[in-house]
């Protein structure tokens, strides 16, 4: 399937729904080398610039570890969301920013009219996923993994002579690792990995179920230039501190969104029948009356139902049954508090929830 | 005549037709649920119902997808598969035999011979 300019597999030969009870029960590992990754000197005039849109305190970023965040426009729109790190490479202190591949114009427009000497690693480095209860014990048969890194933690380890990336973290809800690792010793890695008898390769489809049951948002679906960090319901991730700074682009809508009552609202729904809720379709009240669409759906392993996330405007009342149109039926939908399903990150790891 | 089970016929969209006295069972092809990807949903048609060649009578939802499928001929609707109710995944284990989905009494036999024989529809997916 053609995804972001890339030929990705949807799924391996046991299907989207094997993969992800694989991902929940015991691990799985999804290659992401279509993502951005960039590394940018942690140099004082390249974050002050960076910081007209990043909504973070790029200079106090804690040393080893990741931040979610995004790139803004001047109205406070996501251009992009993305996690960004402190890390330093062969005694050099880089921002590692691992960035949407649907996104990667846009971003690196910035990022290089910022930093202009801005390393783009992913062309000589593969992106790849473990994530699952079972990520930590297979992969610490083949990397050193300190026993005290937490969720959102990352260092520099070592694989075949080569540096790698990893950090603790990913898009699934469970615990796991993201590794950044050269090209040349990519294929041997994950080989190494796929001995594990209880791992196996993942594709977007599980991706996909595996980030909605956690309730994360996913770029072009939640998130888009129209929508602000706060409208989407993550103003958790933007730094409070920098609302009030006038170098932040959109930072008056912020602050002005944080004080008042929003539009609309990010909701999460279940289905009450066997029928499919997908991106796009409608919901309606019980008169009728328009009240907001769906971003995501999907399939829920975990649940069984069908499972999605929309925006409704907000002066619904939640106690209202909703309706969604599915092929040009009214069926009824219930509101589920968002995550569907638990995160299971390694302590301190709540940055999400 | 006696009771003959005829050759399995296919439509362009990807459905399989055998026939039995006069009465045609209906399902995806094996192709179909391929590319579908894990089948966790079928919206039986109704037992009854006169249809026409092309109409959408029923959809079945995969994860990736929700897709139509046709009636390849006119006819009644006489029987549907209501085991596919409970485990729409028969059709991933046995698309062409035990994830059968409905049954017809056909109207006119010749839109049947009009269908792709089995290597037609074989060259038709490799085009």
């Not at chain 1, 260092?155 to 040349?184: A, C, M, W």
């Not at chain 1, 791992?199 to 129209?226: F, I, P, Q, V």
């Not at chain 2, 362009?12 to 894990?38: C, F, M, P, R, Y």
Request: glycine fraction near 6%.
């Amino acid at each position: 399937m053609p995804f972001a300019g890339f030929n990705m597999p949807i799924n391996y030969k046991t299907g989207i729904i094997n993969e992800h009870k694989n991902v929940r029960n015991h691990s799985g590992i999804f290659d992401v080398s279509h993502m951005g990754q960039i590394l940018i000197e942690n140099n004082e005039s390249y974050l002050h610039k960076l910081e007209k849109y990043i909504p973070l305190q790029l200079k106090k970023l804690t040393k080893n570890r990741s931040h979610y965040s995004f790139l803004l426009n001047k109205d406070g729109g996501v251009i992009d969301d993305l996690i960004i790190s402190n890390i330093d490479i062969k005694d050099k202190s880089y921002l590692y920013i691992v960035y949407n591949a649907s996104r990667k114009k846009e971003d690196e427009e910035i990022f290089i009219s910022c930093a202009p000497n801005a390393e783009k690693i992913y062309e000589k480095n593969c992106l790849f996923a473990i994530q699952g209860p079972d990520s930590i014990n297979v992969l610490k048969n083949i990397i050193d993994i300190p026993n005290n890194m937490n969720f959102f933690d990352i260092l520099i380890s070592k694989h075949d002579k080569n540096e790698i990336i990893v950090s603790r973290s990913g898009y699934t809800g469970e615990d796991g690792f993201e590794l950044s690792i050269p090209n040349e010793s990519a294929e041997n890695l994950i080989n190494l990995l796929l001995k594990n008898e209880n791992t196996m390769l993942c594709g977007l489809g599980s991706r996909d179920s595996l980030r909605l049951e956690a309730g994360l948002s996913l770029y072009g679906h939640e998130l888009n230039e129209k929508i602000t960090p706060i409208e989407a319901g993550l103003s958790w991730a933007l730094d409070k501190e920098r609302l009030e700074d006038e170098n932040l682009n959109g930072n008056k809508v912020l602050s002005d969104q944080l004080k008042n009552k929003l539009s609309n609202k990010k909701i999460g729904l279940i289905s009450t029948s066997k029928s499919m809720l997908r991106d796009g379709m409608t919901l309606f009240d019980n008169n009728n009356n328009e009240i907001g669409k769906i971003t995501s759906g999907c399939f829920s392993p975990n649940l069984n139902k069908s499972i999605a996330i929309g925006y409704i405007i907000s002066e619904f009342n939640t106690d209202n049954p909703i309706f969604c149109e599915i092929r040009k039926k009214l069926e009824l939908v219930k509101i589920n508090n968002l995550p569907f399903v638990k995160k299971n990150y390694k302590k301190n790891g709540s940055i999400y929830e | 005549m006696g009771a003959y089970m005829s050759e399995k016929k296919y439509t362009k969209d990807h459905e399989w037709v055998s026939i039995e006295n006069e009465i045609a069972t209906i399902g995806i092809s094996n192709h179909a649920q391929e590319s579908l990807g894990d089948i966790v949903f079928i919206e039986l048609p109704s037992v009854g119902n006169s249809v026409k060649a092309k109409d959408e009578i029923c959809v079945v939802e995969s994860v990736k997808a929700a897709s139509d499928i046709y009636a390849p001929i006119d006819g009644e609707i006489i029987e549907v598969n209501n085991n596919l109710e409970n485990d729409a995944a028969i059709i991933n284990q046995d698309a062409e035999n035990e994830g059968w989905i409905f049954k017809m009494k056909i109207s006119d036999s010749n839109q049947y011979s009009e269908l792709m024989s089995e290597d037609e529809y074989k060259q038709f997916l490799e085009q």
